[in-house]
């Protein structure tokens, strides 16, 4: 049986690993890469326990680390903004500055410039949180104030600031990790899933059959662990098929390794 717990605040991470142990857990999924350092700290204590880290890296006999590709989504992200813009102008706003969230953005610039070098990517703007909508939205409208009609997010709850401003303004904003495209049916223009889910599944599923196995795996548009949702609303903003089409040429040359996409922006 499932037993969430929610940790208000980074103090409680170890505490609460440490009471589903206790609790006879067999499998602990810990999400996000602030709960490295607590893995890292109660993964030992509990060998007979498995671990699943999502999005960070801790090496122990007992811990599976499960990882992303957002650059190879965030590339069709950008690709799919380009072929959106009217201004020729989008932008991009990240929580905290961190090589995760720069791997987006630099996905997210890759993509744009290879569907139309025309498009002007403006800086980037980070909230330094992942919680405040309010900073999420203000980081959003300076964007659209400076002529961007696309602005593609990587921010967390700060995201749900971003679309409001999209809805507001009566522009675009592009979701992140599950499908955000109803929260504001018509101004989402798509949403880049991590498909975590999938990892988590596979995980518990390796744990049942005797097949856990330590160490990273990772997921990127070969396996369908990162993409595109399906423009159920806004099909017609890059395109109608002829858009889909593109985007679905530039995602055979990343998984056929015709396309590089660096790890840190490239401006």
Known sequence: MAKPVDSRTAKDY??????????????????????????????????????????????APNVRNLLFAEEEGSYLAGYAAALASNTKKIGFVGGKAIPLIRKFESGYVEGAKAADPAVEILP??????????????????????????????????????????????????????SNQDDVAPGFVLTSMVKRVDEGVYRSIEDLKNGKFTPGEVRYDLASKGVGLTD??????????????????????????????IPLTPNR
Request: aromatic share 6%; with cysteine; hydrophobic share 45%.
């Open 14 to 59: 170890e505490d609460n690993l440490t009471t589903l142990a206790d609790g006879g857990a067999d499998m602990i999924v810990a999400v996000g890469i602030s709960m490295e350092n607590a893995v890292k700290n109660v993964a030992p204590n509990f060998p007979n326990v498995k671990f699943a880290l999502v999005d960070a890296t801790v090496e």
């Open 124 to 177: 980037s703007r980070y909230t330094e949180s992942w919680d405040d909508t309010a900073a999420g939205r203000a980081a959003t409208e300076a964007l659209y104030a400076m002529g961007a009609d696309v602005v593609y997010h990587a921010a967390g709850r700060c995201g749900l600031g971003v679309i409001e401003a999209a809805k507001s303004k009566n522009k675009l904003a592009i979701g992140v990790d």
């Open 231 to 260: 423009f159920r609303h806004t099909l017609a903003r890059i395109g109608g098929e002829a858009g889909k089409k593109k985007l679905a040429a530039a995602e055979e040359a990343i998984v056929g390794g015709d396309v590089k």
